[in-house]
């Protein structure tokens, strides 16, 4: 079965601090992996995916296969990065399984 | 270009009253997914449609009914609400590109159950 764990509920740093959220997966193939970001009162929307290896907003997350791990990192956190964060798994066969969420609290 | 939207989005049903959540895409997405969001919970699969005029069962499908009208539109039934049933609905759609499965959400639906 696929299963997406994210062990922090909350994450609380102050601005400029360095920030990582972490995303440990189970799945038997080679999965497509997701972030995904919930900001206050906007939809859920997409972040960053592995395959495509990018940066956005300063965000980067790099797949570990060996430790089924996704995890999603930024050097330098700004109060505007404060969302509820999803990591998501993709099987084959499109359907999206998400993780708990962890929210991002980024204080002055 | 409206992307996905739900509606109602907000609800207040008795116990046993029954009401069909709406979801339309005008993006020509294969896959239509159907989640609810609780706290502590993250998103869970309540049902989902890789194609027009196929259903599967996700994570959480108990007291659901779902519909693939066509291939805009996925709507959520609940036969007789219950209050465990109160949540944050959201609906989905995505499809398959090379780069990639990008999933684009509704602005989702509170219902309440008492």
């Known amino acids: 079965a696929q299963r997406v764990t994210q062990p922090e509920k909350l994450l609380s740093v102050f601005k400029g601090a360095p920030v990582e959220l972490k995303c440990n997966y189970s799945?038997?193939?080679?999965?497509?992996l997701f972030w995904y970001v919930q900001y206050s009162r906007q939809r859920l929307q997409l972040l960053l995916r592995?395959?495509s290896r990018e940066s956005i907003k300063g965000f980067t997350a790099d797949l570990n296969k060996g430790e089924t791990s996704f995890h999603l990192k930024k050097p330098f956190a700004q109060e505007e990065d404060s969302a509820m964060y999803y990591c998501?798994?993709?099987?084959?066969?499109?359907?999206?399984?998400f993780g708990t969420g962890t929210r991002l609290l980024v204080s002055p | 270009n409206a992307g996905v939207t739900q509606t109602p989005k907000f609800q207040v049903l008795k116990t046993g009253q029954s009401m069909t959540l709406q979801c339309a895409q005008d993006?020509?997405?294969?896959?239509m997914y159907w989640y609810r969001q609780d706290p502590g919970m993250g998103l869970r699969l309540i049902y989902y449609?890789?194609?027009?005029?196929?259903?599967d069962k996700g994570e959480v499908p108990n007291g659901y009914n779902v519909s693939r009208l066509n291939k805009r539109e996925f709507s959520l039934r609940l036969e007789s609400a219950a209050p465990s049933q109160t949540s944050v609905y959201f609906c989905?759609?995505?499809?398959?590109?090379?780069?990639?499965?990008?999933?684009?959400f509704g602005q989702g639906t509170r219902l309440t159950v008492v």
């Open positions: 993006m020509n997405h294969n896959s």
């Open positions: 989905a759609s995505s499809e398959k590109q090379g780069s990639g499965t990008e999933a684009f």
């Open positions: 998501a798994l993709s099987p084959g066969f499109q359907k999206l399984v």
């Open positions: 449609s890789a194609s027009e005029g196929t259903t």
């Open positions: 799945y038997s193939g080679s999965p497509e």
């Open positions: 592995h395959i």
